[in-house]
């Protein structure tokens, strides 16, 4: 038995993607339970929360623009402190306790 489900929104870039899905009866009890456990309106807003959970195992979430500016900043201020240090594999056994 499939199950066949109308048109539903995606929200991917701020873009709105429909699609007509095909679910087998595992996958629909999966949504139906992810509606369930989340109070979803609908089945297309457990996919939403389902790829919300799992999908950065796939896919890496884009990075926002601040995000990326503080990891440059950061990084800009240890190689302006350290500049190009090096580390003996015993200082680094040293470090690790080893």
């Known amino acids: 038995m499939r199950y066949v489900y109308g048109m539903h929104n995606y929200t991917m ?14 996958s629909n009890k999966v949504l139906s339970v ?4 989340y109070s979803l ?8 929360k389902f ?3 799992f999908g950065e195992e796939v896919v890496e979430k884009e990075s926002n623009e601040n995000y990326i500016k503080k990891v440059i900043e950061i990084t800009n201020r240890h190689l302006a402190k350290y ?9 680094l056994d040293r470090l690790c306790e080893m």
Do not use: C, F, G, W
């Not at 500049?83 to 200082?91: A, H």
């Open 13 to 26: 870039n701020q873009r709105n993607i429909s699609a007509r899905i095909e679910l087998n009866p595992y």
């Open 51 to 53: 790829m919300e959970i």
């Open 34 to 37: 992810l509606k369930a456990k």
């Open 41 to 48: 309106r609908d089945k297309s807003e457990a996919i939403n």
């Open 83 to 91: 500049k190009d240090k090096k580390m003996s594999v015993e200082e």
